[in-house]
């Protein structure tokens, strides 16, 4: 058979005709579900052999709608592309799974499975695509579909935080049309390999810093670092389970990812003052989360506050730029990916089980849910990096980074986080799974092991993730190389300029 | 309370048409020219609107028993389904066919594919548009 030039498309067509098709079966639910699972499981299928396409022929292109680069729009998948796509699908495989005996049926007639399709695309069209005003477009998908998810069910507290949620990211769409826009004034192009080029030519130049920084604002208020995280902890509060494992496993990572690509891709000509900020801020960031993570005694609020810390960890690797940091940054975000879905669906047990996210009000689940209890416990472990979880090989190489490069303060903090990070998760364990066990209202109905599939697998991955990184380092390094050399992913995009 | 609209209702009987057209007009026209699905969508949902505020809605869902839900999702799987296509013939994503043929009555015409995306389009406002509008006339 003729190579299939598309097969990099896959990944976002496939949930885009699934959540279509979806709508017209709107009202049948069981129907949508057997479609919904069937469709996100053989995306993991395609994804997975997209990340082997990738390793075995290099960077994938397409110039969609034959428009060659760098006139028309180009998606590209590199390596870290690749992987973040496989990861996005295997969440929402996940996720789907969970919703099935969690979401309730008013919300599954009302179009939920199509908004989860198309939040998807959004999430894999941001991945995959070169073209920094088709990133603008793909963030916009993702956050229709996201209003959608958040407003779902139109309890009170999802309604007070979707004003909020739609008003913040409403004020940081614009901001990153003006940006976007600024850019293209300067360089005169919207390719992002041709815009790298460019700002080769140009040089390090004042008003290229500007626009560096106001894409980290851009990015970094869809991304939650310190001090635009402020709307995050609110609204990831407000949805259900499976909804809050999507959020808070893919949007801010698609944030943090767009920090990624273009301070290793576009800004790397005034390192001394980007990337300085960038440290600084994600430090900040860092020390926040694990205050907040510490302070609070609320389970959906701990692991909230652990997403913030999270991303000033993979931030400030990037932030070093040395090929280790990258690599670890890499390796952490996929890592946290999977583990926070994990964690969400898990606590989302919980609070099925007890009717309440309150950490004082719950105490013994252990003696009577077992598997709940020890697979908490496995995802607390591989949450903080204790060897030989893969939490662990990520942080290891961001420090190994932080400290080549002499940031011991940072790295330090790095450091010191991963064990209040622990004890901030330990905190739920030893409070939760502990103590004397209680009877809760309603907790026969509550179908533990069914729901406990999804989380299940998440852990498992993550375990095999961390106990198999020898394995795994070789696609790590592969991503991060390109990261660390915009001439690769340059040549790949723009073949004969 | 009752209101006199005949003149409302009777202007509209004619007009409607009109605007139809034209919104078909616009839709063709954006072939080689400004136009297109777009701004025919929105065309047609006006002259829909235009319709119920004359009447009332109960009375243009009796006429008109379209699910608009249906109908965005319909084209959006045109759109779709012409991006996709290109799939089949192992080119990238969105590359469209275009030639001439000779067409009975009509004669040499253009045609190309891009107009089955932009009907997808035109389906796509159309529906959302409507359901928009249903949505809140509803809530009285």
Redesign the interface.
Known sequence: MKEMINFLILPLLIPFLTGILLIFFAKNVVIQRWIAAFSAFFNVIIAFLLVQKVRNDGILTLDVSSWQAPFGITLVSDMISALLVLTTTIIALTSVIYSFRSIGIERERYFYYPALNFLIVGVIGAFTTGDIFNLFVFFEVLLMASYVLLVLGGTKIQLRETIKYILVNVISSALFVIAVAYLYSVVGTLNMAHISVRLNELGQSGIITVIAVLFLIVFGLKGGIFPLYFWLPGSYYAPPAPVMALFGALLTKVGVYAIMRTYTLFFIHDTGYTHQLLMILTIITIIVGVIGAIAFSDIKKIIIYNIIVAIGVILFGVSVMTPDSIAGSVFYLIHDMIIKAGLFLLIGIIIAITGTSDLRKISGLIKRYPGLGWTFFLAALVLAGIPPFSGFVGKVLIVKGGFESEHYWGAGIVLTSSLLVLFSIMKIFINGFWGTPQDYKGEDKVPVRKLLIAPVILVTISVLYGAGSEFIFPYISQAAETLANPSIYIDAVLKEW | MKTNDLILQTTTKVVLFIIILFSFHIFFAGHYTPGGGFVGGLLTSGAIILLMLAFDMKTVSLILPVNY??M??TG??FA?GTA?G??LF???????AFGHVDLPILGDTALHTATIFDLGVFLVVVGVTMTIIQTIGEDE
Request: neutral net charge; aromatic residues 6%; glycine residues 6%.
């Open positions: 839900i249906y965005a999702a959006l799987l779709g996709a290109a799939l192992n080119v990238p994503l969105l590359t469209h």
